[in-house]
């Protein structure tokens, strides 16, 4: 994100800044309901779950809206999309958040504006690691490094649990990316929709099999609707209500808020330690994505992907 994007932030209505509030906070909660909800049931339920309650509220919506038949005459992207932001990233999300803090799981994803301007670089944007993007990739990537290998020192960091937080940075990044490229014409809400019910079907095996054994208990029960109808569906709507209220720039600085939110959270709900990896790593991530995203003096910013987690 650029100087000028936050600036220009500053212009925002009051129902745009509730908004953006409403998003910074409810982008950050999902890692504290996943950590919770894999702790009886497998990361593929979760998924299976939340894709499922969220596409049973969003698909009227988009029936309603007429945005569901565009979707479908663009279903292979739809599908593209559907699988690589949802399908899979919630899935290594959850699996890793069985072996790693939530807040941890938050800040790895803070590099997700880093990850997507090396591929707007890959894909041909020549600009995208031009000046102070350079130094912000740098800054990032050293971030990144203090914060897993500072928490490795004590123990904090799970190998395999990193390799899929990386992953799913990098899924969140090429999501919109196909968005951007392949759905630009079709309504959000239809290729949102749509994707969860896809990503639904695919998980229904699993999720019947995970539900065989009967109910889990209240506060996992409670997880998952907070996943499914909060952080899935509700979340979903407010965003592209705060595009439109405040345009696709300033809509993303909330990438900047969600992680340390997953932190306070993990610190004061789930009692998970401030490390030194956090205290060090997490400001240079953040600095770095800064940097990274900001607008030279002959384009406009980056738009920073808001990771759905």
């Given at each position: 994100?650029?100087?000028?994007?936050?600036?220009?932030?500053?212009?925002?209505?009051?129902?745009?800044?509730?908004?953006?509030?409403?998003?910074?906070?409810?982008?950050?909660?999902?890692?504290?309901?996943?950590?919770?909800?894999?702790?009886?049931?497998?990361?593929?339920?979760?998924?299976?779950?939340?894709?499922?309650?969220?596409?049973?509220?969003?698909?009227?919506?988009?029936?309603?809206?007429?945005?569901?038949?565009?979707?479908?005459?663009?279903?292979?992207?739809?599908?593209?999309?559907?699988?690589?932001e949802m399908g899979i990233p919630w899935l290594l999300l959850g699996h890793a958040e069985t072996r790693v803090a939530s807040g941890f799981a938050g800040l790895m994803l803070a590099a997700v504006p880093i990850v997507s301007t090396v591929l707007s670089f890959v894909l041909?944007?020549?600009?995208?690691?031009?000046?102070?993007?350079?130094?912000?990739?740098?800054?990032?990537?050293?971030?990144?490094?203090?914060?897993?290998?500072?928490?490795?020192?004590?123990?904090?960091?799970?190998?395999?649990?990193?390799?899929?937080?990386?992953?799913?940075?990098?899924?969140?990044?090429?999501?919109?990316?196909?968005?951007?490229?392949?759905?630009?014409?079709?309504?959000?809400?239809?290729?949102?929709?749509?994707?969860?019910?896809?990503?639904?079907?695919l998980y229904l095996p699993v999720t019947g099999m995970g539900l065989s054994a009967g109910l889990p208990s209240v506060s996992v029960i409670v997880s998952v609707l907070v996943l499914a109808l909060i952080c899935t569906a509700l979340a979903f709507v407010l965003f592209f209500?705060?595009?439109?209220?405040?345009?696709?720039?300033?809509?993303?600085?909330?990438?900047?808020?969600?992680?340390?939110?997953?932190?306070?959270?993990?610190?004061?709900?789930?009692?998970?330690?401030?490390?030194?990896?956090?205290?060090?790593?997490?400001?240079?991530?953040?600095?770095?994505?800064?940097?990274?995203?900001?607008?030279?003096?002959?384009?406009?910013?980056?738009?920073?992907?808001?990771?759905?987690?």
């Amino acid at each position: 994100m650029a100087q000028q994007t936050v600036a220009r932030a500053a212009g925002m209505s009051r129902r745009g800044w509730i908004l953006f509030a409403a998003m910074a906070v409810i982008w950050g909660v999902p890692y504290l309901f996943i950590k919770i909800a894999v702790a009886e049931i497998s990361p593929a339920t979760v998924v299976g779950l939340r894709t499922l309650l969220g596409a049973l509220v969003l698909v009227p919506l988009a029936m309603r809206s007429d945005a569901l038949r565009p979707a479908l005459r663009a279903w292979p992207y739809v599908v593209a999309f559907g699988v690589i932001e949802m399908g899979i990233p919630w899935l290594l999300l959850g699996h890793a958040e069985t072996r790693v803090a939530s807040g941890f799981a938050g800040l790895m994803l803070a590099a997700v504006p880093i990850v997507s301007t090396v591929l707007s670089f890959v894909l041909g944007d020549r600009h995208a690691l031009a000046g102070v993007r350079v130094l912000g990739l740098a800054t990032g990537i050293l971030g990144v490094g203090l914060l897993v290998g500072l928490d490795s020192l004590s123990g904090q960091v799970d190998p395999l649990s990193v390799v899929e937080l990386l992953i799913v940075a990098v899924c969140y990044a090429v999501g919109p990316a196909i968005a951007s490229r392949k759905l630009g014409h079709v309504p959000s809400m239809g290729v949102i929709a749509v994707s969860l019910a896809i990503v639904a079907v695919l998980y229904l095996p699993v999720t019947g099999m995970g539900l065989s054994a009967g109910l889990p208990s209240v506060s996992v029960i409670v997880s998952v609707l907070v996943l499914a109808l909060i952080c899935t569906a509700l979340a979903f709507v407010l965003f592209f209500e705060l595009i439109g209220e405040a345009g696709p720039v300033r809509a993303t600085v909330i990438t900047f808020v969600n992680p340390a939110v997953a932190v306070l959270l993990g610190l004061v709900v789930l009692s998970e330690p401030l490390t030194w990896g956090m205290v060090v790593g997490f400001p240079l991530v953040l600095l770095g994505s800064y940097w990274a995203t900001r607008a030279t003096r002959s384009e406009e910013p980056v738009d920073a992907p808001a990771a759905t987690s």
